[in-house]
């Protein structure tokens, strides 16, 4: 079945970084759009960013929110999803998760990852 499994959360100071993976299984990765989401406390999902891979490179997009701090990226031959966080700021803060990509929306979430961007 297919299984997505974020990591790399924690607590960060602003302006730090941090680095989330997800690991993907049961389903042919290569083939696939991935999402990264995010949910703050209290608010409602935030689309971050999605990779595509066509014709042997890949093609990324952001929310303007993160544009210039974050860096979505994948490896295939390892079925991970990866979202490079630079200069955090604490409106960062949330539960991110990746998402299969599915024709207008998403099918398959994982389970999340906190992070918390606090001095």
């Known amino acids: 079945q297919v299984q997505l499994v974020e990591s790399g959360g924690g607590l960060v100071q602003p302006g730090g970084s941090l680095r989330l993976s997800c690991a993907a299984s049961?389903?042919?990765?290569?083939?696939?759009?991935m999402n990264w989401v995010r949910q703050a406390p209290g608010k409602g999902l935030e689309w971050v960013s999605t990779?595509?891979?066509?014709?042997?490179?890949?093609?990324?997009y952001y929310a303007d929110s993160v544009k210039g701090r974050f860096t979505i990226s994948r490896d295939n031959a390892k079925n991970t999803l990866y979202l490079q966080m630079n200069s955090l700021k604490p409106e960062d803060t949330a539960v991110y998760y990746c998402a299969r990509h599915q024709s207008g929306g998403y099918d398959y979430w994982g389970q999340g990852t906190q992070v918390t961007v606090s001095s």
């Open positions: 049961g389903f042919t990765f290569s083939s696939y759009a």
């Open positions: 990779i595509y891979s066509s014709s042997g490179s890949d093609m990324a």
